[in-house]
């Protein structure tokens, strides 16, 4: 199994500024030999700092396209809404175009939101009925218990390695979600996981270094022995490794 690519910096910060550059980098090489790019974004209040700088970046984003690897079935102004952090901090103060943004419509039912996103998603990447999507850069997070996307330990969604999304039940937060899944997750050309916190610590040890269970470790999907997944920690993170 290949040694895990991990970045760690001092602060939170410094770690999403590392992030940062790494995307931006990444973003620049596709578009030399493609017209766009199609990432993927998470929410949660890691990615703040790394949103705020991404805004400020020298980047032409009428050619990237922005999707989300979950979202909270809530409405767009919802505070919980993964799309309302991004409207705010990234989407907004980039100018970025209206068309390029592909939300996860969080206001339907769970059901109807995951049926929107799948259209969404075979429609933009021209896909015929048994493709993923391939992202060519997809940013994640973990949680504390472990947990990607809007993948939590024990669902048995961790192994669906052929459907593109679905809607979630997460009992312990009481919480209905629409998640992409992990076949498309493992597809993604390059993934860059942002961590922070030390409440954190124990899972990322965990993930990188614990049993091979995905069920057990959602967070190990398309990360063990991936060479195309790059780890942004800031030292708490970090400090069980």
Known sequence: MNAPDLRVAETPER????CGV????????????????????SGG??????????????VDWSRIHVFWVDERCVPPADNQSNFKLANETLLQPAAVPHRNIHRICGELTPEEAAI?????????????AHALPVFD???????????TASLFPGDPLISNRTGIAAAVWV???????????????IAAARTVLQVAGEDKAEAL?????????????PCQ?????????TWFLDKSAASKL
């Open 45 to 58: 209040n890691t990615p703040k700092p790394l949103f705020a700088f991404l805004a400020q970046a020298d």
């Open 171 to 185: 009992d312990k937060l009481r919480s209905h979600r629409v998640t992409l899944l992990p076949g498309v997750l």
């Open 221 to 229: 999907i398309a990360t063990r022995g991936s060479e195309k997944s």
């Open 137 to 147: 850069l997809l940013h994640r997070g973990m949680g504390p218990d472990a947990h």
């Open 116 to 128: 929107q996103y799948i259209g969404e998603l075979r429609q933009f990447f021209e896909l015929d």
């Open 205 to 217: 040890r965990n993930v990188l270094h614990g049993a091979d269970d995905p069920l057990q470790f």
């Open 22 to 41: 790494f995307m931006l980098q990444e973003i620049e090489e596709v578009l030399k030999l493609r017209p766009r790019a199609a990432i993927a974004i």
């Open 15 to 18: 770690s999403a500024h590392a």
